[in-house]
Structure formats: structure tokens, C-alpha cells
């Protein structure tokens, strides 16, 4: 990075409660979640909504009654309709890539004030009709006469009903063809990774969790939201941190995804989930002119491929780019959120990052990144307990972090994920 390129401002991000999927928010769609938080957004900043260049919102689903969801949430969130909004979409970092978008559109002066975020509704990931069902009522239509017809109805099977699940659809890679819980299965045998280690930072970021939300330590950053549509029940805090979770309930549950040999359970991995973020960014320079005190800084970030197999050593790949793009050492940085996709996965990542072996052979790198303390990350639980809206985590972890540091008096953080497909993502940021 150009050491003097200006930093990029987040003014202020929030997100809603997040919830497991088919649970308080199963019936608030993605569009309606991310229209109320960009609404509570401009509602607490002083920024009045025409001054706001563009929107863009990351999601993953992409629900088919609101194509191009960003202008949606940008309509119903009272953005007049001379705002453009888009959508972006890089699977697990699609909240990530709206923010990276917005500062690259800052540092090009393409504009001056972004609203970006991310919204998922996982709940309404919709069941699909199969391929037999489907080919049945073409052929249905395509019959002419009542023979026809008649012919074609008896050819109807029951089997025909059973549908496809779209949210396993949505998780499992086509180019690897493994779904995301084997690749974690992958990481665990490459690393040596056993279920008695998993099973214990999971009960962590549990404990962190409910510690977190017992001392309201994620005030302001959760905005409380109301149920459509009479509005009469509130959803305050997430839904997913267990205060009775133990090691013994952990240990009950049997792998899910290798059932013969594996290790990752759904006690050790990430719900699927529901929720919605969002931040205003504007230049520094803008950001004091307006005599504004930002949540934080973006310094700089990096994207980074890999093989879609080993997906979950993103944050490792990613790092080391924005790292070598810096000059930052790990040693510089104060406090990290890496997202908890797998507790194999964080494991795999913690060891890589300490491997000189693995930084020589995959990382062309002569020293290991370095060992992360784990009193230095996901000190309010990840989402192993919180989950992980896809379309939303990457922004999430952004604010947190930022707030994070903030509460700690901190300066540097790191905000980074891995990205199903085999990609990883890594944001440097840092605040006064």
C-alpha cells in the first residue's frame, strides 16, 4: 500500500440480533432485516440521505422477489430514488466486499459518502422442485389433448415431491464437490486437529458469548428489532449462545458430515442464521471537516485464493497478503475476529499461522505470520455461538472489531474469514 493514501472512515456501523435460521426472524425477510438496520443507521447519524452517493449491500441468497436487493433496502429504508444501489456477492465475505467496494469507489474520488452492509435471511433460503418434478410439469403443459394429459398424469411418482434443500445447495462447492463441512473435515486431518479440541473452543465462544451479552458489553452495536408485522415482540440480543452449553452436550453429538470418521458436529460448527449490518464510509479528511468522531479506520485489505477443498485456511492466505501489502506483523496487532465458520477451521488457522513450514511451503514467506493469543480474538464469541449470516458476517466482524478496540482503548485490529470456494478475506483497521 501507498503509505500516504488516506484512510477510509467508517463513520458508525450496526447490526441487528442475529438469529438462527426458522426461529424469531423466520418470518422477516432479507430485504425487510436490512431496510430496518440502514434505516436505524441513518436515523442515528446526522448525514441526511441525499448526500449519500451509492449503496451497497452484500448478500448471498439473493431472494427472488427482491432482484438486486440493495436498492430495495435502499427504497424501503427511505433512500430517495435518486440513490443508486447494487448488490455484491462473495459468498461468507459478501459484507466484507460491499465495504472493500465503497472505500475503493472513496479512494478513486468516484464519490464521497457509501452506505454499505449485508443482510441474510437463511431462514427463507427456499426448497426447490427436482429435476423429475420439474420435467413432469413441462411435459404436463407441453400435452395437448385429454390423452395426453391423462398419459402424462399417470406418469406422476410421489418420489417427484421430495424437494431440494437450497440452503445445501448454497453450501456445497460444485467445483470440489464437497460441502463446507467436509472441507473442515479436511482441515482437521491435515492438522491433526482432534474432536475433544473442537468441542472445547466451541464451548468458548459459547462462554464468551453469553459473558458478553450478561455485561452488555455488545450495547450499541445491537440495535433491537421489531417483529413485523404488528411489531408488538422485540428481539434484543442473539439467539444463539448457549449458557447451559458443557462439554458433555458437545460430546454427545455425533459427527454430521463424515458419519463414520469424522469429527465435525453441528455443536462444533456455525448455525446457519439470520441478521443484517451496516456502516456509513467516508474519507478521513471528510470525516474531520464534518468535525465527525468515526467508530474507526480502514487502513488497507486483501483477498486470496486457494484450493476450494481447504477453503477454511482463508484468513491464513489472505493475512499474509495484507501483511506483505503493509508491512504489519502480527505482533502489531491489537486485538483479531476471525470468523468461526468450523472450530476446525479457527484451529487449522491458528496452527498455519504459527508454521514456518507452512509459511515457506504456501505462503512464500521465510517466517511463520505468528502465534495468535486467544486473549486476543473473538473475545465476545464467534460464530460458533452468534452464527453466521453469510451475507452479513463479513460486515459484523468489521464493526465488532472496530468497537472492540475502542472498549479496550486499543489502536490495530484484524478482521478476517474464510470464503467458501476457496477464497479468504482480510481487512486492516485501526482507530485513534
Given at each position: 500500500?501507498?503509505?500516504?493514501?488516506?484512510?477510509?472512515?467508517?463513520?458508525?456501523?450496526?447490526?441487528?440480533?442475529?438469529?438462527?435460521?426458522?426461529?424469531?426472524?423466520?418470518?422477516?425477510q432479507?430485504?425487510?432485516?436490512?431496510?430496518?438496520?440502514?434505516?436505524?443507521?441513518?436515523?442515528?447519524?446526522?448525514?441526511?440521505?441525499?448526500?449519500?452517493?451509492e449503496?451497497?449491500?452484500?448478500?448471498?441468497?439473493q431472494?427472488?422477489?427482491?432482484?438486486?436487493?440493495?436498492?430495495?433496502?435502499?427504497?424501503?429504508?427511505?433512500?430517495p430514488?435518486?440513490?443508486?444501489?447494487?448488490?455484491v456477492?462473495?459468498?461468507?465475505?459478501?459484507?466484507m466486499?460491499?465495504?472493500?467496494?465503497?472505500?475503493?469507489?472513496?479512494?478513486?474520488?468516484?464519490?464521497?459518502?457509501?452506505?454499505?452492509?449485508?443482510?441474510?435471511?437463511?431462514?427463507?433460503?427456499?426448497?426447490?422442485?427436482?429435476?423429475?418434478?420439474?420435467?413432469?410439469?413441462?411435459?404436463?403443459?407441453?400435452?395437448?389433448?385429454?390423452?395426453?394429459?391423462?398419459?402424462?398424469?399417470?406418469?406422476?411418482?410421489?418420489?417427484?415431491?421430495?424437494?431440494?434443500?437450497?440452503?445445501?445447495?448454497?453450501?456445497?462447492?460444485?467445483?470440489?464437490?464437497?460441502?463446507?463441512?467436509?472441507?473442515?473435515?479436511?482441515?482437521?486431518?491435515?492438522?491433526?486437529?482432534?474432536?475433544?479440541?473442537?468441542?472445547?473452543?466451541?464451548?468458548?465462544?459459547?462462554?464468551?458469548?453469553?459473558?458478553?451479552?450478561?455485561?452488555?458489553?455488545?450495547?450499541?452495536?445491537?440495535?433491537?428489532?421489531?417483529?413485523?408485522?404488528?411489531?408488538?415482540?422485540?428481539?434484543?440480543?442473539?439467539?444463539?449462545?448457549?449458557?447451559?452449553?458443557?462439554?458433555?452436550?458437545?460430546?454427545?453429538l455425533?459427527?454430521?458430515?463424515d458419519?463414520?470418521n469424522?469429527?465435525v458436529?453441528?455443536?462444533?460448527?456455525?448455525?446457519?442464521?439470520?441478521?443484517?449490518?451496516?456502516?456509513?464510509?467516508?474519507?478521513?479528511?471528510?470525516?474531520?471537516k464534518?468535525?465527525?468522531?468515526?467508530?474507526?479506520?480502514?487502513?488497507?485489505?486483501?483477498?486470496?485464493?486457494?484450493?476450494?477443498?481447504?477453503?477454511?485456511?482463508?484468513?491464513?492466505?489472505?493475512?499474509?497478503?495484507?501483511?506483505?501489502?503493509?508491512?504489519?506483523?502480527?505482533?502489531?496487532?491489537?486485538?483479531?475476529?476471525?470468523?468461526?465458520?468450523?472450530?476446525?477451521?479457527?484451529?487449522?488457522?491458528?496452527?498455519?499461522?504459527?508454521?514456518?513450514?507452512?509459511?515457506?511451503?504456501?505462503?512464500?514467506?521465510?517466517?511463520?505470520?505468528?502465534?495468535?493469543?486467544?486473549?486476543?480474538?473473538?473475545?465476545?464469541?464467534?460464530?460458533?455461538?452468534?452464527?453466521?449470516?453469510?451475507?452479513?458476517t463479513?460486515?459484523?466482524?468489521?464493526?465488532h472489531?472496530?468497537?472492540e478496540?475502542?472498549?479496550?482503548?486499543?489502536?490495530?485490529?484484524?478482521?478476517?474469514l474464510?470464503?467458501?470456494?476457496?477464497?479468504?478475506?482480510?481487512?486492516?483497521?485501526?482507530?485513534?
Amino acid at each position: 500500500m501507498n503509505q500516504s493514501r488516506e484512510r477510509i472512515a467508517i463513520v458508525d456501523g450496526i447490526r441487528t440480533p442475529m438469529a438462527k435460521a426458522g426461529t424469531v426472524l423466520k418470518n422477516t425477510q432479507a430485504d425487510d432485516m436490512g431496510a430496518f438496520i440502514v434505516r436505524q443507521l441513518l436515523e442515528r447519524n446526522s448525514i441526511e440521505p441525499e448526500e449519500f452517493d451509492e449503496v451497497i449491500i452484500g448478500n448471498v441468497a439473493q431472494p427472488a422477489h427482491a432482484a438486486n436487493i440493495a436498492r430495495v433496502i435502499a427504497l424501503k429504508a427511505g433512500m430517495p430514488n435518486s440513490t443508486p444501489a447494487y448488490t455484491v456477492h462473495r459468498n461468507c465475505a459478501s459484507g466484507m466486499e460491499s465495504i472493500t467496494t465503497a472505500a475503493s469507489k472513496l479512494l478513486t474520488g468516484e464519490g464521497d459518502i457509501y452506505l454499505a452492509g449485508g443482510t441474510e435471511s437463511m431462514s427463507n433460503i427456499p426448497l426447490m422442485f427436482n429435476k423429475e418434478f420439474t420435467s413432469f410439469i413441462n411435459r404436463l403443459s407441453a400435452s395437448k389433448t385429454f390423452s395426453q394429459k391423462l398419459k402424462t398424469l399417470f406418469s406422476f411418482r410421489m418420489k417427484m415431491l421430495r424437494p431440494e434443500i437450497g440452503v445445501i445447495h448454497g453450501l456445497t462447492d460444485p467445483v470440489s464437490g464437497l460441502i463446507m463441512g467436509l472441507t473442515a473435515e479436511n482441515l482437521a486431518k491435515e492438522f491433526s486437529i482432534s474432536r475433544k479440541e473442537q468441542d472445547e473452543l466451541a464451548l468458548l465462544s459459547h462462554q464468551r458469548a453469553v459473558q458478553a451479552a450478561k455485561e452488555n458489553k455488545l450495547e450499541g452495536e445491537i440495535i433491537p428489532m421489531p417483529l413485523m408485522p404488528e411489531y408488538s415482540t422485540i428481539v434484543e440480543q442473539d439467539s444463539g449462545p448457549r449458557e447451559n452449553q458443557s462439554m458433555k452436550a458437545l460430546g454427545k453429538l455425533r459427527p454430521y458430515f463424515d458419519k463414520k470418521n469424522g469429527t465435525v458436529t453441528v455443536g462444533n460448527s456455525c448455525p446457519i442464521t439470520d441478521g443484517a449490518a451496516a456502516v456509513i464510509l467516508m474519507r478521513e479528511s471528510d470525516a474531520k471537516k464534518r468535525g465527525l468522531t468515526p467508530l474507526g479506520y480502514i487502513k488497507d485489505w486483501a483477498y486470496a485464493g486457494l484450493e476450494p477443498e481447504r477453503m477454511g485456511l482463508g484468513p491464513t492466505y489472505a493475512t499474509a497478503k495484507l501483511f506483505k501489502k503493509t508491512g504489519t506483523k502480527l505482533s502489531e496487532i491489537d486485538y483479531i475476529e476471525m470468523n468461526e465458520a468450523f472450530a476446525a477451521q479457527i484451529i487449522a488457522n491458528e496452527r498455519a499461522f504459527a508454521s514456518k513450514d507452512f509459511a515457506s511451503k504456501y505462503l512464500g514467506m521465510d517466517e511463520a505470520l505468528g502465534e495468535i493469543d486467544r486473549n486476543k480474538m473473538n473475545l465476545q464469541g464467534g460464530a460458533i455461538a452468534l452464527g453466521h449470516p453469510v451475507g452479513t458476517t463479513g460486515t459484523r466482524i468489521t464493526v465488532h472489531t472496530l468497537r472492540e478496540l475502542r472498549r479496550q482503548g486499543k489502536q490495530k485490529g484484524l478482521a478476517t474469514l474464510c470464503i467458501g470456494g476457496g477464497q479468504g478475506a482480510s481487512l486492516l483497521l485501526e482507530v485513534e
